[in-house]
């Protein structure tokens, strides 16, 4: 017979092959960021699709707020050895995104920009296919700037990295081209399952 334990104990979480090797579960959900947060008025917030230099699409916070909204509850795995199991999101997927500028994607990569200056590649494929949104709420409320708010891109199946904090962009580029941590020795891909952390792994 299973042991349950003492009354009141939560029942225990159901993380059997969901913690990828290296990594270690939390409770909590740290903060972290290459630069300080930036606040971003809504009113002079936009998202800008392109295909290289040039511009396809463009939406105001009350626009990117009317496209179609997707939920997500995922687990996150940051490459500073953390783990969060079942994080709860909602936001714009990117095949919503991309239907509503009528773009088919143009080439294979991408790049993701931020206000303050991140940047961070992602493989088109990572991106469509129900895989990632452009999130705006996380746990039922609106994301706090610490964590990206207003939004942040959401790619929970590879390293955290890649889920750029305050995102104004997506870039169609002719090649993978390293983004902000890329250019600092991490994976071009950062499957947490194959430990691709940095490059060459
Ligand atoms: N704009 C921006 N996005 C970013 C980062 C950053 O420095 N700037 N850091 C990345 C890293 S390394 C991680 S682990 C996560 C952390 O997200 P969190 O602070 O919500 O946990 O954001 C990612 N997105
Ligand atoms: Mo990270």
Redesign the pocket.
Known sequence: MATRGFGGRRPPRDTAGRIPPGQSATDG???????PTPYIPLDQWSFTLKVGPRTVATWNWEQFNALPRTQFTRDIH???KWTKLDTIWEGVSIDDLLKAAGLEPPTKFTLAH?Y?G?STNVPIDDLTGGKAMVALRYDGKPLEP???GPA?LLVPHLY??K????VNGLQFTQRDEAG??ELRGYHMRGDPWKEERFAGD
């Open positions: 959900f740290p903060v972290l960021a290459a630069t940051c490459v500073t931020s303050g991140y610490d964590h990206g942040r955290f990295w889920s750029a904090k305050w902000f941590w």
